[in-house]
């Protein structure tokens, strides 16, 4: 095992959001619209209407300008054009896998002193679906010692609008709105995990606002079947997040001790493992066909001896489970080693005879950093004229 090292539980936040002169309408409820127009002195009784135009515009059909906007009056768009935009983040670097998996670099409005924000997105295509892997903070609250995403210092909470606009920035790159000219009108992205940047449950009332809108059937309209949060354990609100947006709920386990474990995910520290399994069996809705995901990074004489399995097996009695099992991606600095296969297949074994569903996660988009726990802002290495290069790159895609 490798030796303890004191590791802090979470991270402060070095800022806060300071939104631009002119704020997107990305991000915002319908009452929250409607107040908006109330702001600009759009009249009472149009005031839902129009504000189910907007909403139409963005979420269904991607504008990304007023101007598109052509059953709104000219008039109304001015006055839109002059006090908001739809704009969503910025797209700096696009990076593609050998695998087809492909990596977004996205700049975010700033600390309102000229210095920009920036967060990563991940689209893993596959033959039944499209996944896209949102980030919910710039950075990381948390220091889990096995990923590299947990080494960036936390900058500050996205904003509803900056989680929403990561599935907005995805379908503009694909071409994956409601009129792309495809034979057969399929689309690409299917699935949402909120597996990014950040922990979901630490910036709580912008995640459930995004998540609320993108499981809007009248907008982006992803069921709330495929889309799934994942916490290393939060333990107050999992309940809470279950309750109000009825997402499917994932759990970043990766040890069955807690000594373990207070080591590889510090927070187990605050919410031992007894307490989190315990708010697992009571989340929401969770039943054999909405079952938790239980995520499991294979740590090489770390956590994938066969008494490891034996006890997940035990912890997990009474759950409504399955458990992916993750092969460790590499990140430059990392004390830690893949589990031999050898090893990770009599893992999945066991589990899988004992009644769990137990599959081995593809490794996606390893040779680009964007696999599992290799997310973190590249850029941060990359001087002025690299970053403005790479910026240019992406213009032109």
Known sequence: MTPHIAIPLEKTALETYVPPAKPSLVGLSRADLMARLGDIGVPDKQRRMRAQQLWHWMYVRGANSFAEMSNVSKDMRAALEQHFTVDRPEV??????????????????????????????????????????????????????????????????????????????????????????????NRLVTNIVLMGMGEPLYNFDAVRDALLLMSDGEGIGISRRRITLSTSGVVPNIARIGAETGVMLAISLHAVRDELRNELVPLNRKYPIRELLDACRNYPGASNARRITFEYVMLKDVNDSLDDAKLLVKLLKDIPAKINLIPFNPWPGSRYECSDWDRIEKFSEYIFSAGYSSPVRTPRGRDILAACGQLKSETEKLSVRERDALRAMAMTD
Request: hydrophobic fraction near 30%; aromatic fraction near 4%; proline fraction near 3%.
């Open 92 to 185: 700096v670097a696009e990076q593609v896998s050998n695998d087809g998996t492909r990596k977004w670099l996205l700049r975010l409005p700033g600390d309102g002193v000229g210095r920009a924000h920036e967060i990563e997105c991940v689209y893993i295509p596959e033959t039944d679906r499209g996944t896209l892997c949102v980030s919910s903070q710039v950075g990381c609250t948390l220091n889990c010692s096995f990923c590299h995403t947990g080494t960036q210092r936390l900058v500050r909470n996205l904003t509803a609008g900056e989680i929403v606009g990561q599935v907005m920035v995805a379908r503009d790159r694909l071409n994956d709105w409601v009129d792309r000219d495809t034979p057969n009108g």
